[in-house]
């Protein structure tokens, strides 16, 4: 059961006018390096545009989280329950239910494609999917699997599971801060064939941050989830080769 954490609505409302404010810092200031280094030396692909252009919302919720806390002299450890321990329960909890929950997830995500495709919508590959396909370098890719695995997971748990549902849970609401906090995580991904699974996901990071009180367990579910999808992003391909390979007779 999750106990009682130190954001209630005021520094909820803190923190999201602190993202927005970092968010429009951060677009206008790539706006401005792109101006004055010119778009031929910040090239989309190369590691200075993917670094830039991912820090704009995960970048504004580690600062802004940072400042509120500081400001109300609270620690980390009280605001998403790191001490609570056994803290090697919780991230051998979250990373088996990753593991657990990914096939589901892929075959929700099939489901979801086909039937886009049969109603004839439109699906395009997820913004950070296609981030990955236009880094040109080793280093930008490198970034972009440390955000996957590392920046992303603990930013996105930090404001969706331990600000977002915990503040409106704790303000008497929780069927709006389970729901609402899940629709709006799977929404800013922009995505319309994994929206069902991100739902999902959420859903089941909730439940990991509820039965073990550390949001250390969500977050390493969410970098599991992200590492393995990066892998097989990466080496499908190669992955289903092997497979056959093995079971000829599944072809």
């Not at 997830?105 to 236009?134: G, N």
């Not at 915990?166 to 064939?193: D, N, V």
């Not at 250390?216 to 097989?232: D, Q, R």
Request: glycine share 6%; no cysteine.
């Amino acid at each position: 059961m999750l106990s009682e954490k130190p954001w209630n609505f005021e520094r909820l409302v803190r923190v999201i006018v602190a993202v927005l404010f970092f968010v429009s810092f951060f677009f206008l200031e790539f706006a401005f390096v792109q101006h004055v280094a010119g778009k031929q030396s910040l090239k989309e692909g190369s590691l200075g545009f993917v670094v830039l252009n991912s820090l704009g919302f995960h970048g504004s919720v580690l600062l802004a989280t940072a400042i509120v806390l500081g400001l109300d002299h609270l620690s980390w450890s009280d605001a998403f329950g790191f001490s609570k321990r056994p803290i090697g329960h919780a991230v051998l909890l979250g990373l088996s239910t990753a593991l657990v929950f990914l096939p589901a997830a892929m075959v929700l995500q099939d489901v979801s494609l086909r039937l886009l495709e049969h109603f004839h919508f439109s699906t395009p590959a997820e913004p950070a999917v296609a981030e990955f396909e236009k880094a040109t370098t080793w280093a930008s890719r490198a970034y972009l699997v440390f955000f996957a695995v590392v920046l992303a997971p603990i930013a996105e748990e930090m404001f969706f599971r331990g600000i977002l549902y915990t503040a409106i849970k704790q303000f008497g609401y929780p069927r709006l801060a389970l729901w609402g906090s899940a629709f709006i995580f799977a929404f800013i991904h922009l995505t319309l064939a994994i929206f069902v699974p991100l739902v999902l996901l959420s859903l089941v990071l909730i439940w990991l941050y509820e039965k073990t009180d550390n949001l250390l367990a969500p977050i390493t579910a969410h970098a599991v989830f992200n590492g393995i999808n990066v892998i097989l992003m990466y080496y499908s391909d190669s992955l289903t080769e092997s497979f056959r390979r093995l079971f000829p007779h599944l072809r």
